[in-house]
């Protein structure tokens, strides 16, 4: 049984995911200029890797979200969708945090709640339908990189 795919909604959640990572980094400031200024530890990527990461998981996170939103109506979805957003909310939040007011501790912080609402999406998503986790799991571990890195350079800074 193949379920087909029903364009708006994907669209719509893609919009979602890739629109506010791109609003995100606008009120970011000149990321690439405060990111080459910062202390960075040894295992710190080039600055050009975030331009090619983000719009991946973002897409791949969509989609999860795509298939949730199909799936059938009820409470496990509803509080899925919800967590969702929460955590998504909250990412698009970093960035600013982090780049714009170099609140490095706080964005640490911030990154921290993202990480574990990210892993109940992840945990509800999977539970609704089970190809989210695939889809879900490269944010999570992109996520638990990023914990380390900014909590390397809020130590650094």
Do not use: H
Not at 17 to 42: C, H, I, T
């Amino acid at each position: 049984m193949t379920a087909q795919i029903r364009a708006k909604p994907l669209i719509a959640s893609i919009a979602l995911a890739m629109g506010g990572g791109f609003l995100s980094n606008r009120l970011s400031g000149d990321v690439k200029a405060a990111y080459q200024e910062l202390y960075l530890p040894w295992f710190a990527p080039p600055d050009w890797v975030f331009a090619v990461v983000w719009p991946v998981l973002y897409l791949m996170i969509a989609i999860a979200f795509y298939l949730v939103v199909e799936s059938p109506k009820g409470e496990a979805r509803t509080q899925a969708i919800t967590f969702y957003l929460v955590q998504l909310f909250l990412n698009f939040l970093w960035s600013p945090l982090f780049f714009r007011w170099g609140a490095y501790g706080w964005a640490f912080r911030l990154l921290c709640a993202i990480f574990l609402l990210a892993l109940v999406t992840t945990i509800c998503f999977a539970l609704i339908d089970r190809r989210t986790l695939w889809l879900m799991l490269p944010y999570l571990v992109w996520l638990a990189y990023a914990m380390l890195l900014n909590k390397s350079i809020a130590v650094l800074n």
